[in-house]
């Protein structure tokens, strides 16, 4: 049986990040590589010392999963690892989103992933790994990145309940919720009209999140939280008013 892993996003960012670190702490066959920008996969896959698959999907239309779902049942592979790690955010007042970014959001962010999951997890053999993106933001509502946090708190609420789910099956969850990554495309592609967020300090590199999220998986933790910032959020969440959380967010935004 081929042993593979899957991973959305693979474009860039996280997603590339994570196909090389899988590649190192895995035994497979193939990678399969999906996201929109062939280019951009053909040149992760370039870099591969696994043999792997690249598929031009965009994960929020039905066409494209349904051919995902076509190729894992005529190959019928053993998935190892899943990786969601496909995402978009925007940074702006609700008033200003387009309709056309607050839809993007919703279907890429919530709707593709739990489709992508659902198509996975017939092939999910015993003791593989699956990574969900969701993201520090949410652990709480956002001003200015609402609609954004709120799938991210979607991605947490989701996985929790995966990983619930499948406690008893030796298949592996967790939520992995990063504070801001500097060195991907996200800062520059969320905050085209708010430059006061393409700073922020303490940011995090993604081999940092990719290696913590990694070690978290593989001992089967619900939550990944990767630095300072994003631990502390995670408890500071739990204890604090979100009206507080909001105000004081607020106020640092506009340091």
């Known amino acids: 049986m081929k042993r593979i892993a899957v991973i959305t996003g693979a474009s860039s960012g996280l997603g590339r990040e994570y196909a090389h670190a899988i590649q190192n702490c895995l035994t497979l066959d193939e990678i399969w590589l999906i ?30 999963l349904d051919q995902l779902k076509k190729k894992l049942e005529q190959e019928e592979p053993d998935i190892i690892c899943l990786i969601n790690a496909a995402g978009m955010g925007k940074i702006d007042s609700i008033a ?16 593709g992933l739990a489709e ?6 017939p092939y999910l053999c015993k ?23 709120a799938t991210k708190a979607f991605v947490q609420s989701y996985s929790k ?3 619930h789910e499948l406690k008893d099956s030796g298949i592996h969850v967790t939520c992995v919720c990063p504070y801001w990554i500097k060195d991907t495309e996200f800062i520059g592609l969320a905050a085209e009209k ?3 967020y393409r700073f922020m300090p303490l940011s995090l590199k993604r081999q940092d999140v990719v290696r913590k999220s ?12 990767p630095g300072l910032i994003s631990s ?22 506009k340091i």
């Open 35 to 64: 996201a929109r920008r062939r280019p951009q996969l053909e040149e992760t896959a370039s870099d591969l010392s696994v043999r792997a698959v690249v598929l031009s999907m965009d994960i929020t239309k039905e066409e494209d």
């Open 96 to 111: 200003s989103l387009s309709r056309e970014d607050t839809v993007r959001m919703i279907d890429l962010n919530c709707r």
């Open 116 to 121: 992508v999951t659902s198509i996975c997890l």
């Open 127 to 149: 003791g593989a790994w699956v990574l969900q993106i969701a993201s520090i933001t949410g652990f709480q509502p956002m001003p200015y990145l609402s609609v954004y946090a």
């Open 161 to 163: 309940a995966l990983h």
């Open 194 to 196: 708010l430059s006061d």
């Open 214 to 225: 990694l070690a978290d998986v593989r001992v089967n933790r619900l939550l990944s939280t």
């Open 232 to 253: 502390s959020e995670r408890y500071l969440s739990r204890l604090l008013p979100d009206r507080l959380i909001m105000a004081v967010l607020d106020r640092f935004r």
